[in-house]
């Protein structure tokens, strides 16, 4: 059986339970704190993040190489859409909201969310000032001229919808919403991928492990 080494909360996890349970692939989740010098684990994914997943003799990590392996070893039903265009522009998605977005949204997280809960310090309101108010919003300018008025990216729920609203849970969870007067397709599409049976089963899980239900 394909193991998920992680922790629940994580935007990277929750992409690929998602996927795995979008597909009806059976797993098990191991848990695993990103970061946390385990040595054992340093074996397996010398980064130290989270996820990796290891399916019999294979062991990856990162994200969006597990959710491509996925695609690719599970077809049906697809998560990438098949146009050489609309592909390529989903990729593009995974890896701006994966990577620069992911990072801002990740900082408004630890800021207000961890640093209070791990380390029993204030967060740094100034930075959070600084990327709410000047790093965020030309980011959703952007994902909002993207978006569709209605239904999702490429027509289908696919990994690109989750992509582009994943960092912006993790922001909510710190009490950060996107203001639906600036952004109303982006807020909009935020709603809709939260409703989505499979994300919302991840999430309802996400909820109870830190402690929000």
Partial sequence: MIKVYGVHGSPYVRKVLVALDYKNIPFEIVP??????DKEYLKINPLGK??????GDL????????????????PEPALY??????NAMADWYEDLCGGHVA???????????MRPLAFKQDPDEEL???????????????????????????GDFMMADLSVVSPFINAAYAGYEVD?????????????VKEVSWVKKVLEQEAKALGMS
């Fill in 180 to 192: 639906s007067s600036k952004w109303p397709k982006f807020a909009a599409m935020f709603s809709r």
């Fill in 59 to 74: 062991t990856l990590g990162d994200s969006k190489v597990i959710c491509r392996y996925l695609e690719n070893a599970y």
């Fill in 81 to 86: 859409p098949q146009n050489l265009t609309e």
């Fill in 50 to 55: 989270v996820p990796t997943l290891v399916d």
């Fill in 32 to 37: 695993q704190m990103p970061f946390s010098g």
């Fill in 103 to 113: 990072d801002l949204a990740a900082a408004i997280f630890f800021q207000r969310f």
């Fill in 128 to 154: 959070i000032s600084k990327i709410t108010e000047k790093k965020l919003p030309p980011m959703l300018d952007y994902l909002e001229s993207e978006m569709p008025e209605e239904g999702f990216l490429f």
